[in-house]
Nanobody, 117 residues
């Protein structure tokens, strides 16, 4: 059974940092591309960052470039999103997503990130 479990969200002041973690099970993590999405209240879900199967390429939403870093540890079946210099507009529910052409994609349950003073 495929399972993705996010953690690490919370309340942080503007300028602060958080690291989100996505622990996956039920499949071979290294076979999948990994993404982080977010959805703010009243807005559509948007793609924040992506990383290829072995971390060889990453890409980011323009508004988070230079502040967020996506990474993965295939040996630990875990993906990460390091978020620095957080802004109020980063407030959202963050979702881990993994994708492979042969099987489609899978989603975690989401973790709330709130940036507020």
């Amino acid at each position: 059974q495929v399972q993705l479990v996010e953690s690490g969200g919370g309340l942080v002041q503007p300028g602060g940092s958080l690291t989100l973690t996505c622990v996956v099970s039920g499949f071979t993590f290294s076979n999948y591309v990994m993404y982080w999405y977010r959805q703010a209240p009243g807005k559509e879900r948007e793609l924040v960052a992506g990383i290829l199967s072995f971390g060889q390429t990453t890409d980011y939403l323009d508004s988070v470039k230079g502040r967020f870093t996506i990474s993965r540890d295939n040996a630990k079946n875990t993906g990460y999103l390091q978020m620095n210099s957080l802004k109020s507009e980063d407030t959202a529910v963050y979702y881990c997503n993994i994708w492979r052409a042969a099987t489609g994609d899978y989603w975690g349950q989401g973790t709330q990130v709130t940036v507020s003073s």
